[in-house]
């Protein structure tokens, strides 16, 4: 297999907005990266993916661009970026941007301009429809509730946006949108960054005729089956890659909803000229019912299993795993996929381990090197995410939940459980302002926290620091092949990795119990585990134990 930085990178993502806040406004802002820049190194990853500071009005925390080549004036100015590109690079850390173009906001110029008249010259930059005998132009549904179509006044038609109302989406077919979009990511290249985590991009190219979708629960047609993958949406990859990409030594990183394994190759298959790798989803989607992942499904441990058995070995040898368990719009995977009382420390290095011994290129969420949980949130007003009131409303009031229902959803699935903000230290509001706190801080940061974090030898950011040194240096945890072991396991997690001669077993009990597993490890020495030793065939509460024969360590 070809050997590339990106595929032996491990990568921090950056909620700027909850990360660190310079200047007391109780925003995160870019001269507040800065100063953690060192506290990133120090952890070791190699990459850090920043999500969206572009100028933006903020109905969705930026997710929503009015201008692409400027900043968020509550995050800083172009030139605290350039400052924070340097200072990064100087550290050997590079940066891949989020890169929003399936929709931009509706206060972008283009929009502004497109709305004020059938024939004005930006018309054609979004997606404009005739109602349908006095309805809105077809059955889809928007991405956060209610209906993907909004009608405009002014020109007497309906605009379509996948998502908030305030998130028009880009007309991908009209070739000057696309060479708009890619003389700015050429702009930003050319600026010195390191590549692009794309949002969303399974969804820009829409199935022509835009024809009604299956109906669903939520009185609104699936949105997702006739805009994911869309026809023409590998053409327009390979064209940014032919016109763009191509150009630069760089990393991308789809976000592609709703992709499967046959459609991942396409993607990001070594031979097709388009991604390097994409986000699937099917673990984070694995509990959603008829109310999408609002619910409290408790998680199967080998379906989840097999998701990854899946992706690990179908993928091998002809594209590229983003190995993650968490990100911004998901509630913390310590608090999912773990223990996040009795356990926490075990757990969240148990996960830990269980990911990055994968193949694939890791993805850390900010605070989840220091076991970060749930905030569990109790009152509405503490959330902010605009998904979440959407859905509360919807739920409680259109389906008639009980509204205690609905909130403990909120509190085990709410994107803002993965927003609070980083716990810096013990001080007032964990260190991360000196004023009012955009959103609340978890009311655990005396406890949980980066300072005592980086003081402790057997904290799991120590452990994570190993986790990523071990990468580092070995090319079995990067490029071995995947088996799977034990599959029926309902507590135990357990995989080989093999490249030649080498080899290593990972075990993880993803149960708060002592369980058994007859497998026979002699000739095997312990690489990396969360307890001390090895028991003889048995792991205690949360312990992942990982055992190698033959490994080859570089330096
Ligand atoms: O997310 C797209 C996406 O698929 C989300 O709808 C995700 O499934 C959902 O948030 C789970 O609750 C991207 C961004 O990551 C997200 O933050 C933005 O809100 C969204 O696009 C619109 O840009
Ligand atoms: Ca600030």
């Not at 349908?132 to 946006?161: C, I, R, S, V």
């Not at 993928?315 to 995977?333: E, I, K, T, V, Y």
């Not at 900010?366 to 949980?373: A, N, V």
């Not at 000739?523 to 134990?545: F, M, S």
Request: with cysteine; net charge negative.
């Amino acid at each position: 297999m070809n050997q590339t930085w990106w595929k032996e990178a491990v990568v921090y993502q950056i909620y700027p907005r909850s990360f660190c806040d310079s200047n007391g406004d109780g925003i995160g802002d870019l001269q507040g990266i800065i100063s953690k820049l060192d506290y990133i190194k120090e952890l070791g990853v190699d990459v850090i993916w920043l999500s969206p500071i572009y100028r933006s009005p903020n109905n969705d925390n930026g997710y929503d661009i009015s201008d692409y080549q400027d900043i968020m004036e509550e995050f800083g100015t172009m030139a605290d970026f350039d400052q924070l590109l340097e200072e990064a690079h100087r550290r050997g850390l590079r940066i891949i941007m989020d890169l929003v173009v399936n929709h931009t906001s509706n206060q972008h110029k283009w929009f502004l301009e497109s709305r004020k008249s059938r024939d004005n010259p930006y018309r054609d930059f979004y997606i404009w429809r005739e109602g349908k005998d006095g309805k809105l132009p077809n059955n889809w549904g928007a991405w956060f509730g209610g209906p993907a179509w909004e009608y405009d006044k002014q020109t007497d038609m309906y605009y379509l946006h996948l998502f908030t109302p305030e998130q028009p989406d880009l007309n991908w077919e009209n070739e000057i949108v696309r060479k708009k979009i890619y003389e700015m990511m050429t702009w930003w290249l050319d600026k010195g960054i390191d590549g692009f985590r794309m949002d969303v991009i399974s969804m820009i190219s829409k199935v022509p005729g835009l024809p009604d979708g299956e109906l669903l629960e939520t009185g609104y047609g699936d949105v997702s089956h006739a805009c994911a993958h869309g026809p023409r949406v590998h053409e327009f990859l390979q064209e940014m890659n032919r016109e763009v990409l191509s150009k630069y030594d760089i990393m991308t990183v789809g976000e592609t909803a709703c992709v499967t394994v046959e459609e991942a190759k396409k993607y990001s298959g070594f031979d097709r000229h388009e991604l390097n790798t994409v986000f699937q989803f099917e673990v984070m989607d694995m509990n959603f019912n008829e109310n999408g992942k609002w619910n409290d499904l408790p998680v199967q441990l080998t379906k989840f299993k097999s998701i990854f058995n899946k992706w690990q070995t179908e993928l091998d040898g002809c594209a590229w795993n983003a190995l993650f368990l968490g990100n911004h719009d998901q509630p913390r995977s310590l608090s999912r996929f773990g223990n996040d009382t009795t356990y926490r420390v075990e757990s969240a290095k148990m996960l830990g381990t269980c990911l990055h011994m994968m193949q694939g290129t890791p993805y850390i969420f900010q605070g989840d090197e220091i076991g970060m949980t749930n905030a569990y949130f109790e009152d509405l007003n503490d959330y902010r995410d605009i998904e979440s009131y959407n859905v509360f409303h919807h739920l409680t009031e259109e389906k008639g939940m009980p509204k205690e229902t609905v909130m403990r959803y909120l509190q085990l699935v709410s994107r803002d459980n993965g927003r609070t903000p980083m716990q810096w230290n013990d001080q007032e509001n964990a260190g991360f302002t000196t004023g009012t706190p955009w959103i609340s801080v978890n009311k655990n940061y005396h406890e949980i926290n980066a300072a005592a974090a980086t003081k402790d030898k057997n904290s799991i950011f120590s452990y994570y620091q190993k986790l990523i040194s071990l990468r580092h240096r070995s090319s079995l945890i990067v490029y071995g092949s995947f088996h799977m072991l034990m599959p029926d396991s309902e507590e135990i997690f357990a995989y080989e990795r093999v490249l030649e001669e080498q080899k290593l077993v990972v075990l993880c009990n993803f149960t708060d119990q002592t369980v058994d597993y007859a497998m026979d490890l002699s000739g095997y020495e312990k690489l990396i585990g969360n307890y001390d030793g090895i028991l003889n065939g048995q792991l205690r509460p949360y312990e992942a134990v990982v055992v190698q024969k033959n490994m080859i360590f570089k330096d």
